[in-house]
């Protein structure tokens, strides 16, 4: 399993389930929400995501033209996120 801390060094227990938006900021390094989706992210050491999800981030990668980084990111998303 992999470890994530917060800043406080702490690891954080517990599960999530997570909506597209943290996701994308997160994997997409957003300017303005990546380092909010980041420490949202660390917050828990079992992250869920709807299957719905995963494609809501596959459409976000077409319309903004960036389909070849969510082929680059789909392997981090797998070790970050669990589907349901």
Same mark, same amino acid.
Do not use: C
């Given at each position: 399993m992999?470890?994530?801390?917060?800043?406080?060094g702490?690891?954080?227990r517990?599960?999530?389930?997570?909506? $597209?938006?943290v996701? %994308?900021? *997160?994997?997409?390094r957003?300017?303005h929400?990546?380092?909010?989706?980041? =420490?949202?992210?660390a917050?828990?050491?079992?992250?869920?995501?709807?299957?719905? $999800?995963?494609?809501? %981030?596959d *459409?976000?990668?077409?319309?903004m033209?960036?389909?070849?980084?969510f082929? =680059?990111?789909?392997p981090?998303?797998?070790?970050l996120?669990?589907?349901l």
């Open positions: 992999q470890k994530n801390w917060t800043r406080s702490k690891l954080q517990g599960k999530a389930l997570y909506d $597209s938006n996701l %994308i900021a *997160y994997l997409f957003e300017e929400r990546f380092d909010v989706a980041k =420490e949202v992210l917050m828990h050491s079992d992250r869920y995501t709807s299957i719905i $999800s995963v494609h809501e %981030i *459409y976000y990668s077409k319309k033209s960036t389909k070849n980084k082929m =680059e990111i789909k981090k998303l797998i070790q996120i669990k589907p």
